[in-house]
């Protein structure tokens, strides 16, 4: 069974400064991969996905991902965060697109002026 | 355009009760996913409809659950007889195709269980 692991459960950044949150999965092959973002009271939204081709996937708000097959990995990255990006940050794979997706466990995000 | 939707927002019940949980997704999408957070967990699916048809039911936790897409649209989670334990924000999802695309979530239902 797939699994994704997010080691990090909160994290305190200053504002302007770069950022990097973890994901690692276990699946048998090269899953579909997932960021999505969870801000207080909203639903989650995509910041980016990997289905194949380029490791690295740019997404929206200024994020970005890399796909690293030998270390089972996707972290996401951001050179540098804005107050607005404070909120709880979930990484999910799937065996295949539109199929049902397994989550981390997330890791909360705080802004620091 | 209008995204996923979902009502009621916040539902309070008793030990018990019986409650159901609205969602409609986009128009014209076709795969329909609901899943279920847990305070300070990440989602954890429950069931898969394409169009009306249930594809996926396995994430249901007891047969207390139940949910339905009679129209292919509109979703309705059903949970009869509440207990504590299945007090969590309750997520829809669609996606327009088959295969391939990204799912959009809907703001969730908070229900709590006293």
């Known amino acids: 069974a797939q699994s994704v692991t997010q080691p990090d459960i909160h994290i305190t950044v200053s504002e302007g400064a770069s950022l990097e949150l973890r994901c690692n999965y276990s699946?048998?092959?090269?899953?579909?991969l997932f960021w999505y973002v969870q801000s207080p009271g909203q639903g989650l939204q995509l910041l980016l996905k990997?289905?194949?081709?380029?490791?690295l996937v740019q997404g929206i708000k200024g994020f970005e991902a890399e796909f690293k097959r030998s270390q089972s990995s996707f972290n996401l990255r951001k050179p540098s965060v804005h107050w607005s990006d404070a909120a709880e940050y979930f990484c999910?794979?799937?065996?295949?697109?539109?199929?049902?997706?397994?989550f981390g466990t997330g890791t909360r995000l705080t802004i620091i002026p | 355009g209008a995204g996923v939707s979902q009502s009621p927002r916040y539902k309070v019940a008793k030990r018990g009760q019986d409650v159901a949980l609205r969602c409609d997704p986009i128009?014209?999408?076709?795969?329909l996913f609901w899943y279920q957070q847990a305070l300070g967990q990440g989602p954890e699916f429950l069931t898969y409809?394409?169009?009306?048809?249930?594809?996926?039911k396995s994430g249901l936790p007891s047969d207390r659950f139940f949910a339905e897409r009679p129209e292919g649209s509109v979703s309705t989670l059903k949970i009869q007889r509440t207990q504590q334990e299945d007090s969590a924000v309750y997520l829809c999802a669609s996606s327009p195709i088959d295969r391939g695309d990204t799912q959009y979530f809907g703001p969730g239902t908070r229900l709590t269980v006293l």
């Open positions: 409809f394409q169009n009306e048809a249930q594809l996926d």
């Open positions: 128009s014209g999408h076709v795969s």
């Open positions: 999910a794979v799937a065996p295949g697109g539109n199929e049902k997706l397994t």
């Open positions: 990997y289905f194949s081709g380029d490791t």
């Open positions: 699946y048998g092959a090269t899953p579909y």
